[in-house]
């Protein structure tokens, strides 16, 4: 069973949260949850039942804070069962905006749903085993289907309005924002990482869209975002040296003969960044080598975006194992799982991905994993790798002649203006790619001309 569906602990202190916040949120959330919902801890429940009976016997004109509630937990005798006064601190700090408290409590009660749909699974397997009357006990599960089904039915959702509403506020408070990539220009061109979004990092074997995908989550990081990183190839170790010899510019850190040979200077690089490296490393996942199936990467995604990573990147997905011969239906319930939690945790999911054949021009039909793939990303990059060349770059000043081993082609950004668009890149002795410009299209020549 997957438990990051049917407790959602990151919601629970989210509607926790908005309660303390803002009285004003208690009467909506009340019409969505009772106190059961709170599946995570008993201290969530116990907490929601007090705040809806402070609620309710204060008057309009009494200031609500947590002064208020920590006399009213401790004259209950209830301030420690849930968890002191740091608990209640904790939950007002992890609460992005009190505004979004019923789209919070929509989230608890689905999840509440979803855990009575796995009880009654568990509990028809159960019958299904005894002795008993057939028929009663299919009328009786059936009974309990139409109920739960009818609940379901009736569940508030946002209206439109609200839902808007809800996106204008985020995006004032600070809370919904565009998440930078490291290049200034294809930032600005794709707005790629915006919450909700899925984007695509295609390139061929040697195009160093590994190491891009590493320089992007360390920039994210350095920025004050939370980000996380899944590796279906080689091991944690394997690519925090990578993130290391990135950070130092000693990229001498992934080769062992020079590792062997300068043993001074990169032990003193690994303890100069031991911490550094055991924070970065909590947010590292990797199978090393052993092929993860979409449902792992699934809950992985779900379980990091209720944990709060704002981007989260899966390298390469690829070399996902599939569990049907069905591999396009795998695919299309895949993207629309990861799509549905980046919306609902207002997260950005980067896919590193393959070409499906490595000549010709980069295109998205060209895309590994087939349609759905293009079709969900909102934004495609493709990365490729050729000998130095120069071309023609425009810069803030005009244009001139640059060198570059390598191209950024941004296939489609939905989000952006870059749709289209080429950019001069060089992947440097440092391990990072350096953003030159956009390549300026040749004028194709008149006959006359070639005349």
Request: aromatic share 6%.
């Amino acid at each position: 069973m997957n438990s990051a569906l049917t407790v959602d602990i990151g919601s629970e202190g989210g509607v926790l949260g908005s309660m303390l916040l803002d009285r004003e949120t208690i009467p909506v959330i009340r019409e969505i949850l009772r106190d059961k919902f709170f599946l995570s801890k008993i201290e969530h429940q116990i907490l929601f039942e007090q705040l809806c009976l402070l609620h309710d016997k204060m008057d309009s004109d009494t200031a609500w804070d947590l002064v208020l509630v920590r006399s009213e937990l401790i004259a209950n005798g209830l301030l420690d069962a849930i968890g002191g006064v740091e608990y209640l601190i904790r939950l007002c700090e992890s609460t992005p905006s009190p505004a979004n408290a019923k789209f919070y409590a929509i989230n608890v009660r689905s999840a509440y749903q979803r855990k009575q749909i796995v009880d009654m699974g568990t509990s028809l397997g159960r019958i299904a085993t005894e002795p008993s009357d057939l028929h009663e006990t299919v009328n009786n599960a059936l009974s309990d289907l139409q109920e739960l089904s009818a609940d379901i039915d009736d569940s508030p959702k946002l209206n439109g309005a609200d839902a808007v509403k809800s996106l204008i506020e985020e995006s004032i408070a600070g809370c919904r924002k565009i998440i930078h990539l490291p290049w200034r220009m294809v930032s600005s061109l794709s707005n790629a990482l915006q919450p909700g979004s899925v984007t695509l990092l295609c390139g061929t074997p040697g195009a160093s869209k590994s190491f891009a995908a590493l320089e992007i989550i360390q920039y994210v990081l350095r920025e004050g975002h939370t980000a996380s990183y899944y590796a279906l190839e080689d091991s944690k170790a394997f690519h925090l040296a990578r993130m290391l010899a990135q950070k130092t510019g000693l990229s001498g850190l992934t080769n062992p003969e020079w590792i062997h040979e300068n043993p001074i200077i990169a032990t003193a690089a690994h303890q100069e960044n031991e911490k550094w490296l055991i924070d970065t490393g909590r947010l590292i996942e990797a199978s090393s080598g052993g092929q993860a199936t979409y449902s792992d990467l699934s809950s992985w995604l779900l379980k990091m975006a209720r944990f709060g990573c704002k981007v989260l990147i899966i390298d390469p997905v690829t070399a996902i194992r599939h569990t049907s011969r069905q591999t396009w239906a795998e695919d299309n319930d895949f993207l629309q799982r990861i799509k549905r939690t980046a919306v609902d945790y207002g997260c950005s999911v980067l896919l590193v991905t393959h070409p499906a054949k490595c000549e010709g021009r980069p295109s998205m039909e060209m895309l590994a994993g087939g349609a759905s793939f293009s079709r969900f990303a909102q934004t495609i990059f493709w990365l490729e790798y050729h000998e130095q060349k120069t071309s023609d770059v425009r810069f803030d000043c005009g244009t001139a002649d640059t060198s570059h081993n390598r191209t950024l082609h941004i296939l489609k950004a939905r989000l952006g203006k870059g749709q289209g668009v080429r950019v001069a890149m060089t992947f440097t002795d440092n391990l990072i790619l350096k953003e030159h410009g956009v390549i300026v299209k040749k004028k194709k020549r008149n006959n006359s001309d070639d005349e």
